[in-house]
Each structure stands twice: as C-alpha cells, then as structure tokens.
C-alpha cells in the first residue's frame, strides 16, 4: 500500500506541503496563520531533523509519488512516533493505519511499548488512535500522550516458559479425535484456496491443516509461540506476520480465516473484536469465510452474589473463572499442582461474547452467518451447548 524512503534535503518542501495541506483539512489552521513564516522555519526545522542521529525521517510514497510523511524516534525503551501526515487526497485509504499496524509489529518484536502524542483538537487521529488500541497515560501540553502496550502485555501473559508447556501432544486440545475433525472441516471449508489463522499460536491446528495439502499463513502477537511454531515448520511453509490479529495484515487473499479455541475473546474491548472481523474481511476473496470457535457463557452457572464458576476440577488442575459482568469480562484462573503442597497459576483475561453478539459483529463487517454448529463434526447447536463453531460468509461481490 506504501513505501517510505528516508527524506532527503530535496524534500523538505514537499514535507512543508503535505504537513500544511493535511492541517488545513482539518480545519486547525490557526487564524492568522503565516505561511511563509511557518514554512520556513518548519524547512529549516526538516533539514536539522534529518541530520539528527535520534530520528529518522520518512517520505510516504503511494502510487511511486509522495504522499505523506513520517518521522519515527527508535530508543531502548519504546518506539516513538513523532509525526505522520498524509496529504488529503489519499487519506481515508487505510494508508496511515497500515503505517501504524506496522510500527506495533515492530514494537511487538522489539518488546518495547509504541508512544506518540496527539493534539486534544484532532479528534479524527483521536478516534484512529483509540481504535488501534492506544491508552492516554499522561498529557504534555495541549497534546495527549498515547501508548500501544499490548504487545508488552501479550508476550509477559505468552511468554517462552508457557510456550514450552503449551503443547501437549497427544492429550486435551492436541489430542487426535479433536484436531482431526477441525482440521478436516476448516479443509473443506478452504475449498481449494488459501487459509489464514489469527493468533496462529504454536501451530496446533496450522501445522496439521499445511499437512492436509491447506496453504497455510498466520498472525501471531507473541514471538516465544511463533518461536515454538518455528520447531515444527519453517517461515517458508508456514509464513507469519508478528502482530495484532484486529489490525495486522499479511499478503495475499485467502478463501478462508479461522479463529480457534475461543481466541477471540483474548481481545478485551467490544471494538477490538468488531475490527478483528473487519480485518478478516480485508483479508478474504468475496464469498470467502471466517470461522470463529468460541465458548458460549457460563453465567447462568453464576450462584447469587458469587462471582465465579469452578470449569474443571481434575487431578493435578483446576481451572476458576472469575466473572465481571458489567464489562463482560473474564479471567481465567489455571491452578497446575502435583505432590505436595506447592502450585502454579496462570491467570488469562477474556471478553465473553454472546452468540448474537458475535452475529451483529459480523453484518458490521459485511458477513452473514451461514452456519453454527456445537462442535467441528457438526453437532446440533442447542441452548445447552458449552460452545459453537460458527461459520460466517463475505458477500460475493
């Protein structure tokens, strides 16, 4: 969709252009405003920021012609983002949240948080900016200050050691009378084309389903589960892109996107989890599918005044659910225990989603559901149903 270039003295007007014509479409030219003065300062201003060793400075090319700007500060803490404009006429292309999307992959894999400043008057980059998932911790000025962690808090939450203990072949979600039907069904559902599967994880269900003759690709937040993925199949095979399944792109059109084992409920905000099938439809040829399987909640389960639900109580574990209600959201205590009186517990947060719900997130995103089943083989969905499989089409044209 672009290219960035590192700015050369010779742009320096074409910046002073793109950053005058963005603001003043905006309607945020101050009155009074002195151009000629503005714009050579802001010159003299690209020309030192260019010479600076502490940021790089970006030409936007759209089409092989300029388009925009970006300056970017990179430090052992965080990766800064310290301007980007766009010149109207290619804005509202999806341009500047590619730029973005691909600025949180970077942070993802660096391991460092992603921070700008906004100006409280621009309520439209406000708005981008919420979007993507960026929190305000602090203001400077008559600028808000924002940070995208999410790639921090996700690779603490997956981290090498759970990477290592998460497969278990042959046994719970590995065990083969599940992976075989999800594979076969997620194969037909491929009819013949490519698949992609958010949070791609360690390959559960990936590897298997490259194996069945499905190409496969994925996007995946947490570099320790790409790294265990990566013991079992090659980027060249299975190719990832690091990042934020509501957000990131990867190449290609596919026939199929697939969400397995209530993943999609790791998003935490009703509007991360509506852009996440946005981003699925991106990604689809028309009349491709995205296929979510998801838990259905427990809350009737709930006993008056107590807020959380005993999943599983087996030897060696425990499984808790701790419940808020008001903002649907979850946490899941896991207790893994042997001899002895000492225990491990994994905590992981979830937002809990109705099975309406999730149909009115995907006619937002232009699908229609075309089936919904109790599990991969086919089984009826009933009210008493723990959790479906549901298949959701993207009009033809």
Not at 97 to 108: G, Y
Not at 146 to 164: F, I, P, S
Not at 309 to 331: E, R, S
Request: proline share 6%; hydrophobic share 40%; net charge negative.
């Amino acid at each position: 969709m672009y290219r960035l270039r590192p700015a050369t003295a010779s742009d320096a007007g074409f910046l002073a252009d793109v950053t005058i014509s963005a603001t003043r479409a905006q309607g945020r030219l101050a009155d009074g405003f002195d151009e000629a003065a503005w714009r050579a300062g802001f010159v003299e201003w690209t020309l030192e920021s260019i010479e600076d060793p502490g940021t790089e400075l970006y030409v936007v090319d759209v089409d092989e012609r300029p388009a925009g700007r970006l300056r970017v500060s990179r430090t052992p803490e965080a990766v800064e983002l310290n301007g980007i404009q766009l010149h109207p006429d290619i804005q509202n292309r999806g341009i500047g949240t590619a730029i973005i999307t691909d600025l949180e992959s970077e942070a993802v894999r660096r391991g460092v948080p992603l921070q700008l400043n906004v100006e409280r008057d621009n309520p439209n980059a406000r708005r981008l900016y919420d979007r993507l998932g960026f929190v305000k911790v602090s203001e400077d000025g008559a600028q808000d200050v924002l940070r995208w962690t999410k790639g921090v808090e996700q690779n603490q939450l997956w981290n090498a050691d759970v990477a290592a203990r998460y497969d278990t072949p042959d046994t719970g979600m590995f065990a083969d009378d599940v992976i075989r039907p999800t594979v076969a069904r997620l194969a037909e559902l491929a009819a013949g084309g490519r698949a992609l599967e958010f949070a791609i994880g360690t390959g559960r269900v990936a590897v298997p389903l490259a194996g069945h003759g499905v190409p496969v690709s994925g996007i995946e937040l947490s570099t320790a589960m790409l790294d265990q993925l990566r013991t079992k199949a090659s980027a060249e095979s299975i190719p990832v892109e690091v990042g934020d399944m509501a957000t990131t792109r990867t190449p290609g059109e596919f026939t199929l996107v697939y969400l397995v084992f209530n993943t999609i409920s790791n998003l935490l905000t009703q509007e991360e989890q509506v852009a996440c099938f946005r981003n699925a439809a991106r990604h689809l040829s028309p009349g491709g599918r995205f296929v979510i399987e998801l838990w259905v909640p427990e809350l009737r389960r709930l006993p008056p005044g107590i807020p959380a639900t005993v999943g599983v109580a087996d030897p060696g574990y425990i499984l808790l659910d701790t419940y808020d209600v008001l903002q649907q959201h979850v946490v899941s205590h896991h207790f893994h225990f042997g001899e002895g009186t000492e225990a491990h517990l994994g905590r992981t947060p979830h937002r809990y989603i109705w099975p309406a719900e999730l149909d009115l997130m995907a006619q937002l995103a232009g699908f229609t559901r075309e089936s919904r089943h109790a599990d991969w083989s086919g089984t009826p969905f009933t009210a008493d149903s723990p959790s479906h499989v549901s298949v959701y089409r993207l009009a033809d044209a």
